[in-house]
Structures are given as C-alpha cells and as structure tokens.
C-alpha cells in the first residue's frame, strides 16, 4: 500500500516539474532576450493597451450582435432561417434538418449554446447515434460567427469576411463529414429512440404573450441580447489578456531596432515569425500569407478566438496582413472558435468523452481546409 502513494505523489510531483520547468524555460528565454524587467514592463502594458483598445472594442461589437441575435429570436427570424435552410443539411452535412438549429444558434452567441439543444430527448431523436457526437463540431464551426464577421467588416473588409464565411461553411462539412464517419466506426449508426416531442418555440424561449406590445418586446429583448453581449465581452478577457500578450511577445520584434528593448507594450522575441519563415513553403501555396507573423492568428484562435481578433488591429497598422490573410482568418477563426478549450467539455456534455481525440483532430483539418478554401476563393474573386 505504501508503494502505491508513493507512486502517486511521485506522479504529482512529476507533473510539478514540468510545470516548474515550463514555467521557467518560458521567461527564462524571454528575460533573456530582452532583460527582465523589460519583460515585466512588456507584459504589463502589453495586457493594459489590450484591454483599453481590443476588449472593449470586441466588447461593444459583443453587446450589438447580442442584441440583434435576441431580437431574431424574439421575433421568429431564426425560425423563418430554419424553415428555409433545414432541407439543406442532409445534403450537405448527412444530418438530419433540425440540426441547422444548431449552427444559428451558435453562430448568434458562442460554441457551448448547441448544447442546451443537445440536452433535449425530442431534439435528439431525429439523430442516428453516430450523428450527436457531431453536433460538437458543427456548432464550434460557427461560434462566435456573428463577433468574427462584424470585426472584420468593422475593419473594413466586407466582402473578405463574406469569403471566410464560406470558407468556415467549407471547413464546417469536411469536420462533420469526417467526425460522422469516425464516430460510426465506435457508435453505429441506429436510431435514437426517444420522445418526438420537440418543441422549437419552446427551446428558443420566444415570447407568445400578445398583451405584450411589439414595442415592449423589441425593447426587452435589445436589452436583454446585449447583456448576454457584456457577458460574451467578459468572459473573452481573461483569453485575451493572457494568450495574446503571450502571442504578441513571441511575435513581434523591439520597437526601435538602435535603441533595442525599452519594455514598451507590443515588444517580443520574434520567435513565431521564425516559425512561420521554416513552414512558409507550406504556409504560403495553402493560406497565401505574405507575413510569416500571420501564423500568430491561427495559432490563437485553437484556443481563443476573441485573442486572436485582437491581433487583428496591430497587424493591419504594421502592414503584415491584407484582404487574403482578413478571409483566411475570418474562416479559420470561425472554424476553429477557440476549439481547443472548448471541446473537451462540449463532448463530455454530450456524453462521448470516449470520441474526443477523433473530434478534434476531425476538427482540426476542417479548420485548416476552411483556410485554404478561403485563400484560394479569395484569388478566385481578386480575377474578376
């Protein structure tokens, strides 16, 4: 008995020095190239200008996107989409047509909101046992599509973010396709057997009281879709405060190349344009970056894509990005959605904890093919 807890503090204790050791090759490196207390001085006003000048921005763009996703709802605009587009999913991605439900409903808030539909025995029971597992990838395609979209047109780029639309749509079936395929390998493919009783109105909570004047209704739900933005706005900063500062010092270089490191906000090590140089004969015939510091945005996007947006800004003002690189990040960045930190719990929800290295790596290549299709649609378009 005594062998084993020995066994397990040594595997506790195993799992501290590598944290120990993470931890200390990571500032270590970064001290080292530019001194520690311009590192610290880095850190700090790097997270301070992200947090006055993207968050709150993404925030505001949160708050509008909120609003008008409620009052789709409320107004039963989401129905009239799914009525029109549900025929199409079989097709397209051999679900069966409530599952487009799915992909508004996340494209309105965030990945997790599928869930909530996933949960429901009568929504379930027009799907085969190898189709829920699917449900994860496809709502994590279009989470956050609203934000993406609405950043990059407030950027300027309209008909790109349309393309990365697509290109995420692209990205979206090759996942589910894919993960249906895998899945049915584990699950089978029978029927669910379950009530047939589901109840749109009743899932999407819209309101049927007529005593209640269209003017009331409008009002209450503006307001209510953008406190559901402040809470979308909220929940990104921890993800954009910590991963993009991280991101940004290991992209960019001293602001002043005489004066060297002076520990002002947006100064790195330059390591992932290094990166991005070694991958640029594969990165640059499948995505067409013109920059090896645009691999930064991809990278961040597996695990937020609300840091990833605010790479955005700092990109175009440096001229590192254009139109392509705006369609293959809107694509990539809706595909993926911050995959990574969502999927575990998405899928031990849906009870298929079981399937989630195949989803992610499913996932996965959807995402990278939702970049190339919008890089080369994008070249396609730039013709004409």
Request: glycine share 10%.
């Amino acid at each position: 008995m005594d062998s084993i807890n020995n066994k397990k503090k040594t595997f506790a204790y195993f799992d501290t020095i590598i944290f120990i050791a993470i931890i200390s090759l990571f500032f270590g490196y970064i001290g080292f190239k530019m001194g520690v207390g311009n590192m610290f001085s880095t850190i700090m006003n790097t997270a301070y200008k992200l947090l006055l000048e993207t968050v709150f921005y993404i925030m505001a763009i949160a708050v509008l996107a909120g609003a008008f996703g409620r009052l789709a709802t409320e107004f039963k605009l989401v129905q009239v989409l799914n009525m029109i587009f549900a025929p199409f999913m079989r097709p397209l991605y051999n679900l069966p047509g409530v599952s487009f439900l799915g992909i508004i409903t996340t494209y309105l808030s965030d990945n997790p909101a599928i869930i909530s539909l996933a949960k429901d025995k009568g929504y379930l029971s027009y799907f085969k046992r190898n189709e829920v597992p699917c449900l994860c990838n496809l709502g994590t395609a279009f989470g956050m599509g609203l934000i993406v979209t609405t950043f990059m047109i407030g950027q300027g780029y309209f008909k790109e973010a349309l393309i990365g639309n697509f290109g995420a749509l692209i990205g979206s079936i090759i996942s589910v396709r894919l993960m249906a395929y895998r899945s049915k390998k584990v699950l089978g493919s029978s029927k669910i057997q379950g009530n047939e009783d589901f109840d749109l109105e009743e899932m999407l909570n819209t309101s049927e009281d007529e005593k209640v004047s269209f003017f009331e209704r409008f009002l209450t739900a503006f307001l209510e879709g953008g406190k559901m933005g402040v809470d979308i706005g909220l929940s990104i900063i921890p993800g954009v405060l910590i991963i993009c500062t991280i991101i940004m010092i290991l992209t960019f270089g001293p602001s002043d190349a005489i004066q060297g490191y002076q520990g002002l906000a947006y100064e790195g090590v330059e390591l992932l344009p290094w990166i991005g140089e070694k991958l640029s004969p594969i990165l640059t015939p499948l995505f067409g970056f013109k920059s090896p510091e645009a691999i930064a945005f991809p990278i961040t996007a597996l695990g937020a894509v609300g840091a990833a947006l605010s790479l955005v800004p700092t990109f175009l003002e440096s001229n590192i990005i254009g139109g392509n690189e705006i369609a293959v990040f809107t694509a990539m960045g809706m595909c993926w959605s911050g995959f990574l930190s969502t999927h575990v719990a998405m899928l031990d929800a849906l009870g298929h904890r079981n399937l989630i290295s195949k989803a992610i790596t499913s996932h996965l290549v959807g995402g990278i093919l939702a970049g190339v299709t919008a890089h080369y649609t994008f070249l396609l378009i730039s013709i004409f």
